[in-house]
Structures are given as C-alpha cells and as structure tokens.
C-alpha cells in the first residue's frame, strides 16, 4: 500500500496468498480491506494495524484479521471478491468451474437498494439483491444468458445508469447489458 497524499511512500504490503491476486475490496470505514487471489483464497487485513517485516530492511506488514467472521455486517465500498459473506446466496453448491466474476451494480430507482451481478458456470450473468447472504445458492435472483462460457469479469457503471460489461472467457466476447427495474 502506498500513500497517494504522502509521494506515494510505501506504508507496508499484505502478505499471505498462495496465488496471484485477482481482486480487492475496501470496507467503507476504510479500516478493512478483502482480497482473493486465483488460489480461491479470501482474506481480511486490519488497514489499522502494522507489524515489522521479516527483516528489518523490509516493509511493515498489515496485519491478517483473525476472526473474519467479525466482519459478516462490515459495509463495503466495492464488491470484487466473489468468495465474501456478501456473495455467498450468488454459489450454487457443486457448480462447475471457478467462482471468479462478481460486482455490484446500484439500482437506479432506489441507490440504497443495490445489485449483486454474479457471472454463472454456463455462461449466465445472474442478478441478486445485495447482499446475497442466503445459504449457498439458495438466493432469489434474474438470469440473463449471452456468453457461451463463464464469464471472467464483470464491471458496473459507477455513475448508476444501470449498465453493466461482462467478459467471457473463453468465448472473448465482452457484453454491455442494461439492467432495468
């Protein structure tokens, strides 16, 4: 992390993943932050809290939260990671392939009632109430199909006009979709 009213000195680096990194999440307090790297891994870090480095040349280090379950309620700015208690309704159990596209969208009608836009195993886009908490894929929601293969990304406009970008996979196509009440 570094600080952008600061040069953008090094204030100190999350470590832990297995994998590479593939999204991040800041809560709104901005006291947390969840990342997911391409490992399936979800973690929290305390954004509040450093410790040493390994060594003493080395960067400070955030501090992994223990208890993550503490943070079911926690509000998010931004919604990337799939595997969150935010998108946990959005996972059909035994769904094939990997869960790697989710975003939110903001409904237009009502800005305090947001979207959650999953991307489905068959090529589906799947749109829930946020937050979709339900028991795992139990969580009512719309379906739009378009893409041949999973969709690998998805984007929302963050000015609420309701559209949405979704990228295949491997079909390489990218898809703009307008979401309407």
């Given at each position: 992390?570094?600080?952008?009213?600061?040069?953008?000195?090094?204030?100190?680096?999350?470590?832990?993943?297995?994998?590479?990194?593939?999204?991040?999440?800041?809560?709104?307090?901005?006291?947390?932050?969840?990342?997911?790297?391409?490992?399936?891994?979800?973690?929290?870090?305390?954004?509040?809290?450093?410790?040493?480095?390994?060594?003493?040349?080395?960067?400070?280090?955030?501090?992994?939260?223990?208890?993550?379950?503490?943070?079911?309620?926690?509000?998010?700015?931004?919604?990337?990671?799939?595997?969150?208690?935010?998108?946990?309704?959005?996972?059909?159990?035994?769904?094939?392939?990997?869960?790697?596209?989710?975003?939110?969208?903001?409904?237009?009608?009502?800005?305090?009632?947001?979207?959650?836009?999953?991307?489905?195993?068959?090529?589906?886009?799947?749109?829930f109430s946020y937050p979709a908490c339900q028991l795992t894929g139990s969580a009512q929601h719309f379906t739009a199909l378009g893409h041949s293969y999973m969709p690998t990304a998805i984007a929302c406009d963050e000015r609420g006009?309701?559209?949405?970008?979704?990228?295949?996979?491997?079909?390489?196509?990218?898809?703009?979709?307008?979401?309407?009440?």
């Amino acid at each position: 992390m570094y600080d952008a009213k600061q040069a953008y000195q090094l204030r100190g680096c999350c470590r832990g993943h297995t994998g590479a990194l593939r999204g991040v999440d800041w809560s709104e307090s901005g006291a947390y932050l969840q990342s997911w790297c391409d490992a399936g891994e979800t973690r929290y870090w305390t954004m509040t809290a450093l410790k040493p480095g390994p060594t003493s040349t080395s960067p400070q280090e955030y501090q992994l939260q223990s208890k993550p379950f503490t943070l079911l309620k926690e509000p998010w700015a931004t919604m990337t990671c799939p595997l969150v208690w935010a998108a946990r309704g959005a996972w059909r159990e035994n769904e094939e392939g990997e869960r790697c596209a989710v975003a939110r969208l903001t409904d237009l009608q009502n800005p305090t009632k947001p979207w959650l836009v999953a991307g489905g195993s068959k090529g589906e886009i799947r749109v829930f109430s946020y937050p979709a908490c339900q028991l795992t894929g139990s969580a009512q929601h719309f379906t739009a199909l378009g893409h041949s293969y999973m969709p690998t990304a998805i984007a929302c406009d963050e000015r609420g006009q309701g559209a949405l970008l979704s990228a295949g996979g491997e079909d390489l196509t990218v898809m703009q979709w307008r979401v309407r009440t």
